[in-house]
C-alpha cells in the first residue's frame, strides 16, 4: 500500500480516493431509500431528538449528516474531501437545512465538550496505524460532553474473513463502471481495496485500507479514549452474533 510500509493510508490517498468519481457512483451504492434508513438508526441507536448537537466523522457529502439535520438535529459534519464537502453544503442548500461543515481531519478536532453524540459510519475507521487509530478515538472523546455516545459502523471481522479473498463487486452507473477489488491481508490485519473506475473515456485507479478490529480490541481502545461502556449491535440494531455481516459499536462516555 502506498505511503506506508505497514498498509496505513497517508492523507494524500485518502484524497484520491474521496473525489468526484466516488460522489457520481454513491447513489447507485447507496440509493435513498437506504440512506433514509440509516439515517432512521443512526438516529435511534444514538437517541437523538431535535436540536441535540451530533457529530459526524467523515461525513463525506453528507447523504446522512444532511438527512439527521432535515430531522431537526444540530449537525456538523468533518471530511478530509473538499470534493465531498462541497456536494454535502450544496444539497444542504437546497434542503434549507443548516449544517456546521468542516475540512478537516479527524485525528485533530477542533471542539472539546461540544456535542451530544458522534459516529463513523460505513467502515470510516480503522484507515491509518494502530496508534493513530486510538487517536481518532481520543479525539472523539474530547469532542463529546459527558455522557455523550459515540457509534461506530464497522465490518464484523470474522465474518468478514470467511469469505474467499479477493471479492470483486462491480457497479455500474449508464455506461460508467466502478470495480472494486477486496483483498485480506492476514500478516497486517488489514483489508485492502483496489478500486478502478472506468468513466468518460478514462481509466482510474485508487486505493484503500482499513484495519480489521474485533469487538474486544474495540472495547480496549475506547476504554483507553475515555469512555465507560462499549456494547456491540448487529447492522439493523439487533443483537450482535458472528453471523452478523456488520457490527456496530456503542461506546458511552
Known sequence: MAGSTNGAVSLSDLELYFDEDYIHFGDVVSPPEISDRQSELIWRILSLREDVPVLELGCGYGRITNRLAEKGAQVAGLDISPILLKKAETDAAELG?????????MRSLPWRDRFDAAFLWYTTFGYFDDADNER?????ASALRKGGRLLIDYPNRVDYLRHKSPICYVTERSDDVRIDIFSNDVLSDRSNLERIVVRDGSVRRTHLSFKQYGFSE????????GFETVEAYGPEGEA???NSSRLLVVANK
Open 97 to 105: 437545512v443548516n449544517v456546521e461543515y468542516v475540512l478537516g481531519d
Open 136 to 140: 481518532v478515538l481520543h479525539e472523539a
Open 218 to 225: 474495540y472495547v480496549r481502545m475506547l476504554r483507553s479514549a
Open 240 to 242: 450482535f452474533t458472528y
